[in-house]
């Protein structure tokens, strides 16, 4: 190559660079304006920051890499026990190349966390990834349950075999099948933690509900064996937000450029758009974006009035008041 060419080289890469930087800044925007729509038809709050401290929770995952951030946070109104939460989490390794040049490598997911309360064995339950293998630092034993099709799903690690046994019976294990092994859980202290690949806005509360549901399917077991912290008690528990930080649809601020607003270096975070989980399933439309019924034609292309379709079949008389019938006396 000539040196002729160098700069033609230079300026190519310096325009695919500036196309990518403003391709994510465009992405990221287009996430952030689609939250509070999303937090308003599932009545949750939203909040572009985290004001809960999320992170202060002793998971590996909240201590990986070499600097983090947790947006787009997720609650009920008034923070109702168990206290959950679901938010974005990124974290970014910095690299060195041989030239001495640093660059941060992102990595992103988003997680669902939930205060149980309960005096629960340190557990691990997922489907190994490569981050998962990059920030584990449990140590603790494999755990083979007696379904044959989970054991090939996941890997359960636990520091009491007997307490996975009894927290993953035959109902969670369903429940976490149904996932298609997308979903890594893991318990600390009293909390239960939830992660999976960065998923559209429109997830966000069905993520928030199978962390509630998991909850919801604990076997009594469980709770007579390990027995509960006091609600409050201690220095863990979840801190409510900041008195006025949103309301049912609100939303908190973006940081400024003081504070340290995100601009990653990756702006290509992967994202899971479907799933095939019904707890995952899209939220229904706004009255304002529904489809209007197809008009129906007929031959001559006159538009033809729809019939509502008797479910009970032909022969049965309409309801009173409905379809002409008269009302009862």
Same mark, same amino acid.
């Given at each position: 190559?000539?040196?002729?060419?160098?700069?033609?080289?230079?300026?190519?890469?310096?325009?695919?660079?500036?196309?990518?930087?403003?391709?994510?800044?465009?992405?990221?925007?287009?996430?952030?304006?689609?939250?509070?729509?999303?937090?308003?038809?599932?009545?949750?709050?939203?909040?572009?920051?985290?004001?809960?401290?999320?992170?202060?929770?002793?998971?590996?995952?909240?201590?990986?890499?070499?600097?983090?951030?947790?947006?787009?946070?997720?609650?009920?109104?008034?923070?109702?026990?168990?206290?959950?939460?679901?938010?974005?989490?990124?974290?970014?390794?910095?690299? &060195?190349?041989?030239?001495?040049?640093?660059?941060?490598?992102?990595?992103?997911?988003?997680?669902?966390?939930?205060?149980?309360?309960?005096?629960?064995?340190?557990?691990?339950?997922?489907?190994?990834?490569?981050?998962?293998?990059?920030?584990?630092?449990? /140590?603790?034993?494999?755990?083979?349950?007696?379904?044959?099709?989970?054991?090939?799903?996941?890997?359960?690690?636990?520091?009491?075999?007997?307490?996975?046994?009894?927290?993953?019976?035959?109902?969670?294990?369903?429940?976490?099948?149904?996932?298609?092994?997308?979903?890594?859980?893991?318990?600390?202290? &009293?909390?239960?933690?939830?992660?999976?690949?960065?998923?559209?806005?429109?997830?966000?509360?069905?993520?928030?509900?199978?962390?509630?549901?998991?909850?919801?399917?604990?076997?009594?077991?469980?709770?007579?064996?390990?027995?509960?912290?006091?609600?409050?008690?201690?220095?863990?528990?979840?801190?409510?937000?900041?008195?006025?930080?949103?309301?049912?649809?609100?939303?908190?601020?973006?940081?400024?450029?003081?504070?340290?607003?995100?601009?990653?270096?990756?702006?290509?975070?992967?994202?899971?758009?479907?799933?095939?989980?019904?707890?995952?399933?899209?939220?229904?439309?706004?009255?304002?974006?529904?489809?209007?019924?197809?008009?129906?034609?007929?031959?001559? /292309?006159?538009?033809?009035?729809?019939?509502?379709?008797?479910?009970?079949?032909?022969?049965?008389?309409?309801?009173?008041?409905?379809?002409?019938?008269?009302?009862?006396?």
């Amino acid at each position: 190559m000539g040196d002729n060419a160098l700069p033609i080289v230079a300026a190519l890469v310096a325009t695919v660079v500036g196309l990518l930087l403003t391709w994510g800044a465009w992405e990221r925007q287009r996430r952030q304006q689609a939250f509070p729509a999303v937090a308003r038809r599932a009545g949750l709050v939203w909040g572009a920051e985290d004001p809960f401290n999320c992170t202060a929770v002793a998971f590996d995952l909240f201590r990986a890499g070499d600097g983090r951030l947790v947006e787009n946070v997720m609650w009920h109104p008034g923070d109702p026990p168990p206290h959950s939460r679901v938010f974005d989490y990124a974290w970014y390794v910095v690299r &060195r190349d041989s030239n001495g040049a640093t660059r941060e490598v992102w990595e992103y997911v988003t997680c669902a966390l939930v205060q149980h309360n309960g005096r629960w064995p340190a557990l691990r339950v997922t489907r190994e990834r490569a981050w998962d293998r990059a920030v584990q630092k449990l /140590g603790l034993p494999d755990i083979e349950l007696e379904s044959e099709d989970f054991n090939r799903l996941f890997v359960v690690q636990c520091e009491d075999p007997r307490f996975a046994t009894d927290l993953l019976d035959p109902q969670m294990m369903e429940l976490l099948l149904g996932t298609e092994g997308r979903i890594g859980v893991e318990c600390r202290g &009293r909390f239960l933690l939830l992660t999976t690949e960065r998923l559209e806005p429109g997830l966000f509360p069905g993520l928030l509900r199978l962390s509630e549901e998991l909850l919801e399917r604990v076997p009594p077991v469980v709770w007579e064996l390990y027995g509960r912290f006091p609600e409050g008690a201690g220095t863990d528990a979840m801190p409510v937000p900041a008195e006025g930080a949103g309301a049912a649809g609100g939303v908190l601020p973006i940081l400024d450029g003081a504070a340290g607003i995100w601009t990653p270096t990756d702006p290509m975070p992967r994202r899971i758009r479907d799933w095939p989980l019904e707890a995952f399933g899209r939220l229904p439309p706004a009255d304002d974006d529904r489809e209007p019924p197809e008009t129906e034609y007929d031959l001559d /292309g006159n538009p033809v009035a729809a019939v509502e379709e008797d479910p009970w079949g032909p022969g049965r008389p309409p309801a009173p008041g409905v379809g002409g019938a008269p009302d009862n006396p």
